[in-house]
């Protein structure tokens, strides 16, 4: 795998002062005081994990939405506009979102941001062989080390807004303990498929956490980025993988191009072997807003339980809860 350079890199009015005034200036109405903390994140998996630790006391804005690749994703005006004006703005980093890093930077110099993921310890992240000097930025495919991120986003709304400091603490607790909870059933559901078909082959590689935290062996098409392309002889050798180790199915993602991932399947096909199509994924981006699979929890509760159905494991058809949508 080869990847793309390019893409690693991801007025006020003034109010005349009267001396010697004697009276106090008036407080600020009631409304402006108990106005919500703006808060704009850039990834979905971020949103949502401010709006859990927010609740109530947050408005937050996600700039990339359901099936928006956040490697390829360029600001709008609107973004930027958003950005300048909101109280906390949280992005991934890790060069994730490789088009924006210049302008993160710059607005650091301006206003509260905060690069969630880069708050992680190094050595709970990975490296790959095609990523010079960065990590893989996919630390939300193992909901444990997602829980870290959530810790940053928890310090990094309590710093923009220490009076709701209690609140954000007890939102974060709770949220935590679903995580702690999803991470449970993702181990059990998955441990369920047999251990000759614990290979998960995917359009780009978005996966390389979720394999050492569930023992399965995992690769990608395309490399980190979405951008990297995926040439003939890669193909090929995955080709003479799948039919060599009798894979029998190779998933979608939802914010990535079908064309590689049934290149595949046509090629084993010539050559005898029947490959499908496991279900499709959610990676670089949640499900449609207002679902279940649109929230952090429903993202991994979906990837798990489809992969381990799709692989011979046993897992719950509406997964952990049962609030999975039909036909996940």
Same mark, same amino acid.
């Given at each position: ?26 407080? #600020? ?10 808060? !704009? ?12 630790? *927010? ?47 210049? $302008? ?9 941001? %905060? ?6 310890? /190094? ?23 997602? &829980? ?13 807004? +220490? ?17 702690? #909870?999803?991470?449970?059933?993702? !181990? @059990?559901?998955? =441990?369920?498929?047999?251990?000759? &078909? /614990? ?7 978005? $996966?390389?956490? $979720?394999? +050492? ?11 980190? =980025? ?6 003939? &002889?890669?193909? =090929?050798?995955? %080709? ?7 894979? *029998?199915? !190779? ?15 046509? @090629?084993?096909?010539?050559? *005898?072997?029947?490959? %499908? ?19 952090? %929890? ?9 992969? =381990? ?20």
């Amino acid at each position: 795998m080869r990847v793309s350079r390019r893409c690693l890199l991801g007025a006020a009015t003034a109010f005349p002062v009267m001396a010697a005034m004697p009276f106090a200036m008036a407080p #600020e109405p009631a409304r402006a005081q108990a106005a919500p903390l703006s808060v !704009v994140a850039t990834t979905g998996m971020i949103a949502d994990a401010a709006r859990q630790v *927010g609740g109530g006391l947050v408005e937050v804005r996600a700039l990339m939405g359901p099936g928006v690749d956040p490697h390829a994703y360029r600001l709008t005006r609107t973004d930027i506009v958003a950005m300048t004006k909101a109280d906390l703005v949280l992005w991934h980093g890790l060069y994730l979102e490789a088009q924006m890093v210049d $302008f993160m930077r710059d607005l650091a110099r301006k206003r509260r941001i %905060v690069a969630v993921a880069e708050t992680l310890p /190094r050595e709970r992240l990975r490296a790959h062989e095609d990523y010079a000097d960065k990590f893989d930025p996919h630390v939300w495919m193992d909901p444990n080390l997602w &829980s870290l991120v959530v810790v940053a986003v928890r310090e990094a709304l309590i710093e923009a807004k +220490p009076d709701a400091a209690d609140a954000f603490r007890a939102n974060a607790d709770r949220h935590l303990a679903e995580l702690t #909870e999803l991470a449970g059933y993702a !181990v @059990g559901a998955l =441990s369920s498929v047999p251990a000759e &078909s /614990r290979i998960l082959l995917t359009a780009h590689d978005a $996966f390389n956490y $979720f394999g +050492p935290a569930y023992g399965f062996e995992v690769m990608g098409i395309q490399g980190i =980025s979405t951008e990297s392309e995926a040439g003939i &002889s890669r193909i =090929s050798e995955l %080709v003479d993988l799948l039919v060599t180790r009798r894979i *029998g199915a !190779v998933f979608v993602e939802s914010s990535v191009s079908e064309r590689n991932i049934r290149a595949l399947i046509e @090629g084993a096909a010539a050559r *005898g072997h029947k490959v %499908v199509i496991g279900g499709e994924l959610f990676s670089d981006a949640m499900g449609a807003d207002g679902t279940y699979e649109g929230t952090y %929890v429903g993202m991994i509760d979906h990837n798990a339980t489809v992969i =381990s159905r799709a692989l011979g494991g046993d897992a719950p058809e509406r997964g952990m809860k049962g609030r999975l949508s039909a036909g996940s």
